[in-house]
């Protein structure tokens, strides 16, 4: 049977786009509302991302470390800015092992309130600044419209909240590297990417998808 015909980006974009990142293999619908799976054609993309801005921020200083994804709902009410902008996009935890939780606890929509609750631990006077430190994960905000990888309840990025003894060559030099990184991609990448560039390089980490006999 002939395969169906891909959806034009004039008549339909939306769905255009849909299809096209289905039938790549890229990722899947999630039976959870809003999540995806990222298939190993799709995640192979991101640790390609994520292998270059790694090298990059550690040539910054920046380490790595992770943080909890289980985040108490009283750090949120701490910060009034936080709940405002994130209560309506908070999947919170009200029961665990059967029981019900004497605090409720926020899957993270984002990692500030529990970086920040560990770095007033760890920080005792200027001289245990900078602290550099990149998180890689996942975050959970409800989205009430999703799209894959452009917008969804789960998604993957980093966070760096870097603490500087003061606002000055510190910190210039932190915001002066990131910019470098994002010049030095934009420089090093066109877009949209030539004919060349699309042509997978020998050290990719993108698998070579199994071939498909026609049925």
Excluded at 11 to 17: A, H, N, T
């Amino acid at each position: 049977m002939a395969e169906e015909k891909l959806t034009s980006r004039a008549q339909d974009f939306s769905e255009w786009y849909n299809q096209l990142v289905i039938r790549s293999d890229l990722a899947d619908y999630a039976p959870v509302r809003g999540c995806m799976v990222v298939k190993p054609y799709g995640w192979a993309l991101w640790e390609n991302i994520t292998s270059w801005l790694d090298a990059e921020f550690k040539k910054t200083g920046h380490v790595n470390a992770a943080f909890p994804t289980l985040i108490p709902l009283s750090f949120f009410e701490k910060e009034k800015e936080h709940v405002e902008g994130f209560a309506p996009e908070l999947a919170v935890v009200t029961h665990g092992g059967g029981q019900e939780l004497e605090e409720k606890l926020a899957v993270r929509p984002t990692s500030e309130t529990i970086i920040g609750h560990m770095y007033s631990k760890w920080i005792k006077s200027w001289r245990d600044l900078p602290i550099l430190i990149v998180q890689w994960g996942s975050v959970l905000r409800w989205e009430l419209r999703t799209k894959l990888f452009l917008r969804t309840a789960e998604f993957y990025w980093h966070e760096a909240i870097p603490p500087m003894p003061a606002p000055t060559k510190p910190k210039r030099k932190c915001i002066a590297s990131w910019i470098s990184m994002d010049a030095s991609a934009l420089k090093r990448r066109q877009f949209p990417p030539s004919k060349a560039q699309r042509v997978r390089p020998k050290n990719s980490l993108v698998p070579t998808r199994p071939h498909r006999s026609k049925p």
